[in-house]
Nanobody, 122 residues
Framework: VQLQASGGGLVQAGGSLRLSCAASGSISSIKDMAWYRQAPGKERELVATITSGGGTNYADFVKGRHTISRDNARNTVYLQMNSLQPEDTAVYYC?????????????????WGKGTLVTVSS
């Protein structure tokens, strides 16, 4: 199982980006999915979460600007980021609790994607 994030890039302040993260492999089901970010010299912090049923939660610093969503049929989570500011510059990581199939057994594990860089210029 792996998570592949994409969609990062360079954008001017006030602009928008849409991040995607697709899970692949022998997946039985995916529970919670989330986006985190890590700015240079700072610790990784939670941006937003979404449950398998679509319930969402956001960090205070993104409320009203970003939207997390998911496509369960595609095992993909998205982060639509609007009104980006220079302080949003960071590597963005996706995270997921995945039930995977190994032989005739199902196991649960938490996975991280490799991250995608978002740079917001002023």
């Amino acid at each position: 199982v792996q998570l592949q994030a994409s969609g990062g890039g360079l954008v001017q302040a006030g602009g928008s980006l849409r991040l995607s993260c697709a899970a692949s492999g022998s997946i039985s089901s995916i529970k919670d999915m989330a986006w985190y970010r890590q700015a240079p010299g700072k610790e990784r912090e939670l941006v937003a979460t979404i449950t398998s049923g679509g319930g969402t939660n956001y960090a205070d610093f993104v409320k009203g600007r970003h939207t997390i969503s998911r496509d369960n049929a595609r095992n993909t989570v998205y982060l639509q980021m609007n009104s980006l500011q220079p302080e949003d510059t960071a590597v963005y990581y996706c995270n997921a609790d995945i039930q995977y199939i190994n032989g005739d057994q199902i196991y649960g594990m938490n996975y991280w994607g490799k991250g995608t860089l978002v740079t917001v210029s002023s």
